[in-house]
């Protein structure tokens, strides 16, 4: 099933509607009480809830996705939200669906719980994608607003979601994982699956999804910081807060990288 | 742990239909984003600080001043020093400051700010149903509205919850504010797996209750509080309409914006 539908299917069935409630609520409630070290203090701390979205993700699919969604929102409004949130809705959808989609593609015999080097690679790998396209979309909604800079919110984002995808979410994950499959919870479980996309349009998907989001990472850093003014851009909008240049130059490696996940 | 901010009071701004105080939320932000200057961005201020005094919200504002400060502090300074335009006052280390970016940091950090307390007005006015109901009403899908409001219901079991666990892992000496950011984050584990696995049990039960009751049966499933839109909703939106309008106009016109005299 391609990845959109699958976000869209998904709510039809009532256990998935749970699963994303309790993945949303359970986020929220570690993201909540639990803030570890202030990074920015007011602006990011070290979130170990962000490792909630990733073991989800591998359990329950596109559930995990809108759960990771709703319990940033959660989160959010129990501290003070902005419109910075509404493109945090979207960053933590695609923070919550990567793993499990990108897992798809590369995972090949591997389960994310397997213990060999290979593995955990490839698990590292998916969680990278996955942190860098969340800093992308946050970062450059918070810099088209002209609230915070690409290069403070991008970079920050990245840095703690890995942490907490590779030091946290393992062990949640190898205590977790064996239990959901027993109780026959997983997302392949519940939902019938259909016929995957052919292998090569995954593999086309990953391609752009890689190149999207390391070029939209690459030019929101450049360009925010001011260390680079393209030529083509009018004068009016190589000034800070640099909302204008982020606009042109950042959104189509973005809108490629969501083309990409179209396409896992 | 009272997580949530509603304050129940019988005010106006409390009585309004859950579709106006989302649209207010909505006007503010959009009000707000248009202008860069401290002082344009004053009024606003000041009708939001008027607005937290009649809703008595002010125990809420109290209660997250240190977020609220940071905030300011830590945005005022990353502007200050990105901004980078306009003739230097002086040198803070590498980086140039000067007037229009002193201008802009300040009102970047009153921008936040003032979002952050509409925000926290939002809240202290309106419920959790109240949320879902008008997102409903405005043309969300019921499903997900349900689950918007059974994940704010959630959070607050899933957080005594694990508060219960941390409390019983010290008991046994467990210390989770030892050693560096990885071995701190690493020490939550304890809290969290057990925290996962009691959520994961109640995820059957509560499906099979909710099917049970009919969830699912339609999609237009009918509500137990139906909120009707009042004359005074129908002020609220003419009042939002002209804030909205006036803050688009004046940055038209180009007040608001910081003056870089290059």
Redesign the interface.
Known sequence: MSAMKELRTMWQDTRMVVLCAISAALYAAVLIPFKVVPLIPGVTELRPANAIPVVCSFLFGPAAAWGSAIGNLVGDFFGGAGPGDFFGFFANLAYGFLPYKIWQTIGGAHSPLERSAAAFAKYLFTCLLASVLCADIVGWGDNLLGLRPFAVLGNLIVLNNMLAASVLAPFLLAAVYPRARAGRLLYDDLMPQGPRPPRGARWCGLALLIAGELGAWAAGNLISAGYWAPAFLPRAMLRAPYSGAVGVVVTPPLALAVLGVCLL | ?P???YLDRATALHRLHPGVKILALFTI?WSI?WL?QPLALAPIGAILLLAAQYSGSWSNFYR?RW?????????AA??VI????GSPLLMLGPFPISRASLE?GFG?AF??AE???A??LF?STTRVEEFAYGLTWMGM?H??G???T??????????D???DVVAAQKLRGHDFSRGG??A???G??P???P???G??R???N??MA??ARG??HTNRPTSLVEYRFRPADWLGVLALSALGAGSFLAYLLGYGAIN?GE
Do not use: C, H
């Open positions: 742990m997580i949530y901010l932000f984003y860069d997250l977020l609220l400060l940071l905030i300011m502090f830590f945005t990353v502007w990105f901004y980078r335009q802009f970047r921008k936040l979002l952050i307390a925000t926290i809240l899908p499903r997900i349900f689950a918007v059974l994940a704010f219901r959630l959070a607050p079991l899933f957080i919850s694990a508060l950011p990885i701190r984050m690493r939550y584990a809290v969290m797996v925290v996962f696995m959520a994961l109640k995820a059957n509560m499906a909710l099917e969830f699912g870089v």
